[in-house]
């Protein structure tokens, strides 16, 4: 089984691993609660240190930007690795996923 881990720093998460089905699953329940109106808004996604992804991490990144664009927040991935910007283009997201 795959694990992810998510730092912030300020607006910024960082997210660190390997991003599946199952790692997916344990990182929305871990950040879920950054995305209330509550906390400092999260600006900025750094997926420098994700290791590998698959169609279930891209979906996690449009289900961040659906929480921030409810909170009329903008949101940018940035370091988005080859493989993950692979995915966005066969899906046809690269018009909807803001990235750096």
Known sequence: ????T???DGTTLRIVGELDFDSVADLWATTGSL???AVEPVVQIDL???RRS???GVALLVEWL???QSR????VFSNMPAQMRAIVR???LETVLPVA
């Not at 089984?1 to 992810?4: E, L, Q, R, S, Y």
């Open 6 to 8: 998510v730092e912030r």
């Open 90 to 92: 066969v899906v046809d």
């Open 1 to 4: 089984m795959a694990t992810a």
């Open 66 to 68: 659906r929480q921030a």
């Open 48 to 50: 420098s240190g994700v």
């Open 54 to 56: 698959n169609s279930a």
């Open 35 to 37: 995305f209330e109106i």
């Open 72 to 75: 009329q927040s903008k949101l």
